[in-house]
Each structure stands twice: as C-alpha cells, then as structure tokens.
C-alpha cells in the first residue's frame, strides 16, 4: 500500500497537505469513490426508494438495497435482511436496547457491559435497566486497559442475559474479548451486543466468527458519510422484536386501530430512508476491501508505534493503553501534566494537528482512569489514526507535543 | 491574535500565577460551578459589605488554562464593584463570546476582553463563562452553598 497514492483519493487531504489529521476515532474522511457514490445517487436515479412503481424509484431501490448485500457481505452477515440501515451506531444501539431489551429483560437478570463503553452502549442500558428492573454491571479492565479472561468470567453469573462490549475502546484503542463473552452469554441463553463503531473501521469483522447476535456500527467512521449506520441482527431475533420505530413503509396493512408489519429488514427502517448514505457507505466497504485490512492494519500499527513511542519519551507526558503498539488500533490518548487536555488541543491546532480533547463519550472509563491512574483530569487528549496518515506526521506531531509545555507557559 | 500568542501573553500568566486562587476567610458566598464536557470544576467565593459591593473575591478548583484565567480576570473586575455592576461585567462578557457585544463593551472588560475570539470556538465557550455563569448565580440569583449570606428560602 502506497499511503501517498491513498492520500490523492481523498481530495481534503490532498487539498490540505499540512494539515495532520488526527481525530479519526470521531469521524474519518472520505475518498473520492464515496463521494462519487453520493452523488450519483441524487444525479442517476433519484426517486423515492420501495414504493415508487416508475424506472428512477426502481434504480433507487436497487442501489439502496445493493447497499444492503455490501454491508451484510463486509461484515459476514447471512442474510441481507439482517442488516438494518440506522443513523448511527447510537441508533442502532438504542434500537436493540428498546426492541430487544425492553422485551425480553427480566427484574433480576443482569446486563453486563465494560466501564470503557461509549456513553451511547451504555445510556441504553441504564434505561433498560430502569424500566425492567435488570440490573447493570460493569467489567474493570486491568491498568493497560485489558479485560482478562479469568475477569471477564469472574463478571458473567448465570443471571447474566445481555452482555454489551465495544469491539475496540475508543479510548484506549484496546481490542476486548468479544468473542469470550459471547460464548459464556450464550451458555445462560443470553445475546451478544457488540458496539463495531470503532472496531468495524480498523478490522476484519465477521459476526458469526465473533458470535454476535448485534453488531452496531458507522459509516463516518469507516469512511462513509455522516447520518448513516447499521445494525446487525441475527434474523430469528429481529423477526421476534417488535418495530422502534413506526410509521411508512413499515407495515403490511394499515387499518384505523391497528397494523401489521412489514417484512425485514423493512419492518426497522420506517419513514423515506437514506438511500445516497448507504450508497456512500457502501463504497466506503468496497474502498476498505480493496485496500485490505492487514495493509490498513500494518500503515495503522507503522503511524502509531511512532506516536506511541515518541509521546513516551518525553517527560510529562503520560500515555494510557497498553504498551504493545498493535493493541491500539491506532488510538494514543495522553496527557501532558499541568496542562489540561482541552488547552492541548487548542495549541495544538494552531499547528494545524486536529486532536480530540475531553472524556470522549466515556465518563465513567475517565473516573476510572483518574482514580486508578491518578490523572490530574478527568480527562485525556487523543490522537487517533487511520491508514491515510503517514509516518511524517506522526513524527511532526510528536515534535509538535514537545513544545505543547512551553506554550502553556512552563519552562519546559 | 494567534491562539499561541494569546496564551504567552495573558492566559497562561493567569492560569499559572493567578491573583485570586485559594480560599478565604469568612466569605459571604461560595458556589461550585462545573463544566461537564470537560470537568472543569470551580469554587467561587465572594465577600460583599453591607452596600452590596463586592469587597473581596478568590476562586478555587481544577480545570484548563482558559477556564482558571478567565475566572482570575473577571476577579480582578469585580472586586470593588457593586453587585449591579459585576453584573453587568457578565452580562458585557457574555455578549462578547457570543458575538453581540459592541466594540465599547469588550473594551469595558479590560484583559478579559482578550477572550474575545473564544466565540470562534464553541468547545470553549463553556470554559470561559464557567466563572462568570458562577458569579451570575451567586449575585443574580442569590445561590450559595455556604457563607454568611447562604441562600435558604426566605429567612
């Protein structure tokens, strides 16, 4: 993989050279296929999608629903129907937390998540564990971030029914051991929710290997357009779940006082859908698979153990994850001491390097962190990085980190 | 001004150095303001006299450079100012990292008016009227957590 030949698919980058890019674990940039997939859409076929009964509805369909075969080949999906299109993992999540959850969650059975989920794969929960009376539990990782095998088994009882775990922290970049925990939830009959916002991007996923019954994830993150998303589901428990949400073209009959559904994935996806989004993100599968994960996972590992290894070198500077590069996914978080996260970023983007600054989503993961790390805030700065950076970057922003200090007024 | 520079020149002199970090003794007032997004997380505490001015001020907590040295200019501000005119400073303050207020009124601010292109970043917005939305609850509104004025319903 040539990232240099890479870097000209993407016309933001190619347009701004010096400008380093650091904050793809909040949304990535997307090549010039996917923008094309876009437009095409709204400039070939554009139409009303499934109802229209004219040629453009008729193309419309069929790119919204090719989508659907690329989005359930990418991530090992047997059916089609079991790939929902959603905004966002957010919505995705919530829609297994009240279609699934709500009704099929007891008073006393247990929801098992990490403390280093994204607020969005736990919010849901909290709320599903209001309403049924489950109660929620969290796995601890270790210091670097780790959730261990004899932890996780420590945390699952027989009582526990759904287990939540992001493929990859967007924190601490660590991968978790999703595929353990589907196996111990389904011996007590239980499913498997796995939140791929950030893993789906950086790895090859395939949901029957892992054993997930819910797979979540983005398109902005993995190259596709922003306000699409999909949720996987196994079809014997989407066809049991009743609709999130309701409303055209989601239903068979319509009659004053009561409905009945439409057939998957339809009966999940009410009101016109996003047709040019999944398009977009669809090719964004295509550009991923045609580049290939273990070279986007290689440039990934060759950018961070710069970052990683120039951030530890100097003193101040503090970096949080585990110590072995390719457990990272591409994400460093650090912090600089006596210098708050937020006035890192700030300096930062005055050389034009775009960090994330804050608690990333993921509150309780920074209370854990400041109080088993002693961090002097509650909260982290992060670089996070994508196949299309290069190792160049990596070495100015480290340069650029060294002086962060001084900016702020320190001697050194 | 380039941020860096706005940095050298006043904001880390006030998170680094500030005139008016720590505690004091019997103030009339305290209130903690927190900024979630970040965990920036302030204790204000105010002394006023009898004719409602304030005759002394400090601030204390954790949080970024921006949110420790805005709470430190707007200090230097008030105190010696009745109530109504912090009031008005922060009301002055407000519009500014808004973008509404007039050319008069940034220069009323003094070094807080240095802040102004904070209303180019909405992220920091937060951090820098974290101090001055404090001090608009203590004197506006009349809360208090503790003090020899505390707030408590009527009595």
């Known amino acids: 993989m040539d990232v240099n030949l890479i870097r000209r698919d993407f016309p933001i980058l190619a ?3 010096e400008y380093i890019y650091f904050d793809n674990a909040a949304t990535s940039q997307r090549p010039v296929q996917v923008l094309e997939a876009i437009e095409n859409f709204y400039r070939t076929t554009n139409a009303n999608p499934l109802r229209g009964l004219y040629e453009w509805s008729v193309g419309a369909t069929d790119i919204y629903e090719k989508s659907r075969h690329a989005m359930a080949g990418f991530i090992g999906a047997e059916h089609d129907e079991e790939i929902i299109f959603v905004r966002n993992a957010t919505e995705a999540l919530n829609l297994v937390a009240y279609s699934y959850g709500l009704n099929n969650l007891h008073e006393g059975d247990e929801i098992l998540i990490t403390v280093m989920e994204h607020h969005s794969d736990i919010l849901p929960w909290q709320m599903v564990a209001r309403s049924t009376g489950a109660v929620l539990k969290y796995i601890e990782p270790e210091d670097d971030g780790i959730i261990t095998e004899e932890n996780l088994k420590s945390c699952v009882t027989e009582k526990t029914k759904l287990i939540g775990m992001a493929l990859v922290s967007n924190v601490l970049g660590v991968k978790n051991p999703v595929k353990l ?16 916002a950030q893993g789906v991007p950086h790895m090859k996923v395939d949901v029957k290997e892992i054993g997930a019954d819910f797979l979540a994830f983005s398109g902005h993150k993995m190259l596709g357009p922003m306000g699409i998303g999909a949720l996987y589901g196994r079809m014997e428990l989407l066809e049991k779940m009743p609709p999130f949400l309701s409303g055209g073209e989601m239903i068979e009959y319509v009659k004053r006082d009561s409905a009945t559904y ?39 590992n060759k950018v961070t153990k710069i970052v990683y290894e120039g951030l530890k070198s100097i003193p101040y500077v503090h970096v949080y994850g585990s110590d072995d590069v390719t457990k990272h996914s591409g994400i460093v978080t650090f912090n600089i001491d006596g210098c708050h996260p937020h006035d890192i970023s700030t300096v930062l983007d005055d050389e034009h390097i775009a960090v994330r600054a804050g608690h990333h989503c993921a509150q309780p ?33 480290v340069e650029a980190v060294k002086k962060v200090r001084g900016w702020l007024g320190y001697g050194a | 001004m380039e941020l860096k520079n706005l940095y050298r020149e006043i904001v880390n002199e006030h998170n680094l150095h500030p005139t008016h970090k720590g505690d004091m003794e019997s103030p009339s007032m305290i209130l903690n303001g927190v900024n979630p997004s970040c965990g920036d997380d302030i204790y204000l505490q105010l002394k006023l006299d009898e004719n409602d001015i304030v005759t002394d001020g400090c601030f204390n907590g954790s949080g970024c450079a921006i949110s420790q040295a805005s709470a430190d200019m707007m200090l230097d501000l008030i105190i010696g100012s009745s109530k109504e005119e912090a009031l008005a400073y922060a009301e002055r303050f407000m519009n500014m990292v808004r973008s509404t207020a007039t050319p008069e009124e940034i220069e009323s601010l003094d070094e807080a008016a240095s802040l102004e292109d904070i209303s180019h970043m909405p992220a920091r917005v937060k951090c820098a009227t974290l101090g001055w939305k404090t001090m608009q609850r203590m004197l506006r509104d009349g809360e208090s957590e503790g003090g020899s004025r505390q707030s408590c319903g009527g009595c």
């Open chain 1, 15 to 17: 347009d701004n050279p």
């Open chain 1, 181 to 196: 925990a589907a196996e111990l939830v389904h011996a007590n009959g239980g499913v498997m929710v796995a939140d791929g």
């Open chain 1, 262 to 300: 439409a057939e998957l994935p339809h009966k999940f996806e009410a009101g016109t859908v996003n047709a040019a989004g999944a398009a977009g993100m669809a090719a964004a599968a295509e550009y991923l698979n045609s580049i290939g994960f273990d070279a986007i996972e290689e440039q990934e």
């Open chain 1, 365 to 397: 993961l920074m209370e854990f962190m400041q109080e088993r790390l002693k961090m002097e805030f509650r909260a982290t700065a992060r670089a996070s990085v994508y196949f299309y950076n290069t190792e160049e970057e990596a070495e100015r922003f």
